[in-house]
């Protein structure tokens, strides 16, 4: 009997090795993976150049904590921030901790302005935010939640693509709204352009923060750096992870300087990490992001989405739903 705790039904299957978009069992089989590591393996497996840079970093430092300034930390910030809307990062263990982050975030930014009640977020039904009680309440999919109350307070649901159910819910204590910019576990359910520009317009309209989880969908899957930048917008707060390490652990909350303007005193002190961001994860997470901004790798997700869209038009197949390879049949 394995001394694994069961929280997964894993599958009896074991790999030693993988190259590419391909894994090899411990039993000598040759698998094309399709789940890449649940949305992580951006590049593939064991891709030379973050070897490489791994490989380089772990000769000279592995960890020194957050009590410090880490130099790798602040390259990949700036490259970050150097293409996309945000002035500071914050960068956590997981998507879900940086989900934590924005919702402490949006509290904190009105707490700030006196607005101690204005502290609830307007989230969907179906939405996936990541497996900590916050994030799981904040979904709120009783299959997931079940056996893990009493509920955390603070959020309001609404029905995905209700649009008078969302207005309506929109009172004076209302903070932010937050939704996935391409439901992920909510069946891969793109959002309509209308629907992000007229969620940026009701948060600009009541003083809300828009915040968009990005955790499955960012990182050059649609084509796009971030999948929001095919609607034209932009939000207050950005949180993703996954594809960002490029196969290693990190989760990432993005944010500008108009926003943190107002702080007076350290908006997330409570949220600190001890292992986000370390020298090894920076180090393999800005290769990622290199060879994914660098290679041309996203200019040809458009021309492959079509191919697949093409490929899978067959009277077994009645619907196919995403955006560039975030793709559902």
């Known amino acids: 009997m394995s001394k694994i705790l069961g929280t ?12 590419g978009a391909h894994l090899f069992s411990t039993d000598g089989k040759k698998y094309l993976d399709f ?10 497996h064991c891709h030379d150049a973050l070897v490489n840079a791994i490989q380089e970093q772990s000769k000279k430092l592995w960890h020194v904590s957050n009590a410090f300034e ?15 809307f945000a002035d500071f990062v914050v960068f956590m263990n997981s998507g879900t901790e940086a989900t934590e982050a924005s919702i ?32 799981l309440f904040a979904a709120n ?22 649009h008078e159910a ?20 909510g069946g891969i359910r793109v959002l309509p352009n209308e629907c992000l520009v007229g969620l940026r ?29 095919h609607f034209n917008i932009v939000p207050d707060i950005l949180v993703y992870g996954k594809g960002l390490g490029g196969g290693f652990p990190i989760g990432a909350m993005t944010t500008s300087y108009e926003n943190m303007k107002l702080f007076k005193t350290n908006p997330i002190l409570g949220h600190i ?31 492959k989405e079509k191919l697949f869209r093409s490929l899978l038009k067959h009277h077994y197949i009645s619907e196919v739903r995403g955006k560039g390879l975030m793709l559902a049949i």
């Open 35 to 44: 789940v890449s590591g649940i949305a992580v393996n951006s590049l593939g």
């Open 70 to 84: 880490i130099p790798e930390q602040e390259i990949l910030a700036k490259k970050i921030t150097d293409h996309s």
């Open 8 to 19: 997964y039904a894993r599958r009896k299957i074991s790999f030693s090795h993988g190259k």
């Open 273 to 303: 990490t001890t292992f986000g961001g370390h020298p090894v994860i920076a180090t393999a997470a800005l290769s990622n992001l290199k060879e994914t901004l660098g290679s041309g790798i996203m200019s040809e997700i458009d021309e």
């Open 201 to 229: 317009k009701l948060c600009d309209e009541h003083d809300l923060l828009l915040i968009l989880d990005e955790v499955q969908c960012g990182i050059g899957r649609t084509g796009k750096l971030f999948a929001f930048e």
């Open 141 to 162: 999919n009783p299959e997931h939640t079940k056996g893990f109350g009493p509920k955390v307070d603070g959020f309001d649901q609404v029905e995905f693509g209700d």
């Open 104 to 135: 402490k975030i949006a509290r904190k930014y009105f707490f700030e302005q006196g607005k101690e009640n204005k502290n609830r977020i307007i989230t969907f039904k179906g939405a996936f935010h990541g497996r900590t009680l916050a994030a």
């Open 166 to 185: 969302l207005k309506k819910a929109i009172n004076k204590n209302t903070a932010a709204i937050m939704v996935e910019s391409i439901l992920g576990e």
